[in-house]
């Protein structure tokens, strides 16, 4: 895959997941732009200094504001934007007798809030383009099969959302050459992971690099069709 100095958005870049698209983007020739919630999130993050990577502390993408305004500066900073992939979230497991509704919120806020306010900032940017563009949206494997979801409902119905804003925001941009998409992990193997399921068989989870390389497919131009898709990563788990 080619992306010839294209700008490409990640949100939550700097973990596990994204570090390994934002590997592999820059290799294949991207600008990439990183927004980081917090200066730990940037001093963890290994590409912080790369000449080809823009990244900004302090982003808050569940402000639709903040979300706005990191879209104009990465666009001010790496010229204009072919593609925007949203791993920002988190994980939450609760029975629903123990979550209340600020932890139900936490959840929603968090998966589909943040990918709701940066679709519609890449949308926006697309279209004052007028040259198309790519989104991958990450969902998750209780989204499509909802009966897993169950000790996590929150994160569950948070995912679900994302899923369907997906399918829903890829009938609408299509004519403008924007094509949206979506994977759907299992349990990604990353060292958080390991270490809340410690006695799991990790060789069947889904590496990082293997979804970043499905990723980094659909965002790419090669993908000329795939849009509105909820492709399974699931590995062998």
């Known amino acids: 895959m080619d992306f010839s100095d294209g700008h490409i958005i990640i949100t939550g870049g700097a973990g596990s997941l994204g570090t390994a698209v934002v590997q592999l983007l820059i290799d294949e020739g991207a600008k990439c732009s990183v927004p980081c919630f917090n200066q730990d999130e940037l001093d963890s993050f290994e590409f912080s200094d790369h000449d080809d990577v823009f990244t900004k502390v302090g982003v808050d993408l569940t402000d639709e504001d903040q979300a706005q305004s990191f879209f ?20 939450g497991m609760g029975a629903i007798e123990d979550t209340d509704k600020a932890g139900f919120m936490k959840q929603i806020n968090m998966n589909l809030v943040t990918c709701y306010n940066s679709c519609r900032a890449a949308v926006q940017h697309f279209k004052d383009q007028g040259n198309g563009g790519r989104i991958v949206n990450i969902a998750a ?22 899923a369907a804003l997906t399918e829903s925001l890829a009938a609408e ?23 809340g399921m410690p006695n799991a068989d990790f060789d069947k989870w889904p590496k990082p690099e293997q979804l970043a390389r499905q990723i980094a497919y659909l965002v790419s131009p090669e993908n000329e069709v795939t849009r509105g898709s909820i492709v399974t990563v699931y590995g062998k788990s």
């Open 173 to 195: 941009v299509v004519e403008d050459d924007i094509l949206v998409n979506a994977i759907a992990p299992s349990v990604i193997d990353t060292p958080q992971n390991r270490e």
């Open 141 to 162: 494997r209780p989204a499509l099969e909802p009966r897993q979801g169950a000790g996590m409902t929150a994160y569950t119905t948070s995912k679900a959302g994302v």
């Open 72 to 91: 104009e500066d990465a666009i001010a900073s790496n010229g204009p934007l072919w593609g925007s992939i949203h791993i920002a979230g988190g994980f």
